[in-house]
């Protein structure tokens, strides 16, 4: 999910001015996303097959109605500071009819929980996570921001520098917002 909110980018600049350690590198407000589901390398994958993710994406989204987030609060760990969202269960729903939708997915399936969230710094070395997570232990007073949700992108990631850019290949809508 990519977001056109003021708001989400004026609690994002806030926080990282704040809260975020000069040795992190700050996700630019372009470049603020929720990651729902990794499907496949790029350079693995024919433009037919994209073609077909795309149409059955569709298919999975036109049941899923719109919905809101609330974004916030901070939170810290050794690779990165993030805002929480919730509630979770749109989002974990979007995932899993994403998921089986028989998309061809080449990516293999993290072992992790899913945790939906908007990272705003990544650390760029190995460090503690206590010290990090003391840090953004200030921000519990910030407020959270609300962000609807009317549609997913499906972007082709890349790796630049520090930080993650992409190019969007489709814009899907989710359920009357076709």
Request: hydrophobic fraction near 45%; glycine fraction near 6%; include cysteine.
């Amino acid at each position: 999910m990519t977001f056109d909110s003021p708001s989400l980018v004026g609690l994002a600049t806030e926080c990282q001015s704040k809260f975020v350690p000069d040795d992190f590198d700050i996700v630019e407000a372009d470049w603020l996303h929720l990651s729902v589901i990794k499907l496949a390398w790029s350079d693995e994958t024919a433009m037919g097959e994209v073609s077909q993710v795309v149409r059955r994406a569709r298919s999975a989204c036109e049941v899923v109605e719109p919905f809101s987030l609330d974004v916030g609060p901070l939170a810290g760990s050794a690779g990165a500071i993030r805002f929480s969202v919730t509630p979770w269960e749109p989002v974990v729903d979007l995932r899993v009819r994403l998921g089986n939708a028989n998309l061809p997915r080449l990516e293999p399936t993290s072992t992790s929980p899913f945790l939906p969230h908007i990272t705003i710094a990544y650390s760029n070395q190995v460090r503690a996570a206590g010290p990090v997570i003391a840090g953004v232990a200030e921000a519990k007073n910030v407020p959270q921001v609300r962000v609807n949700i009317g549609d997913v992108a499906l972007v082709e990631v890349r790796r630049h520098g520090h930080s993650y850019k992409w190019n969007t290949v489709e814009r899907i809508p989710l359920a009357g917002n076709g």
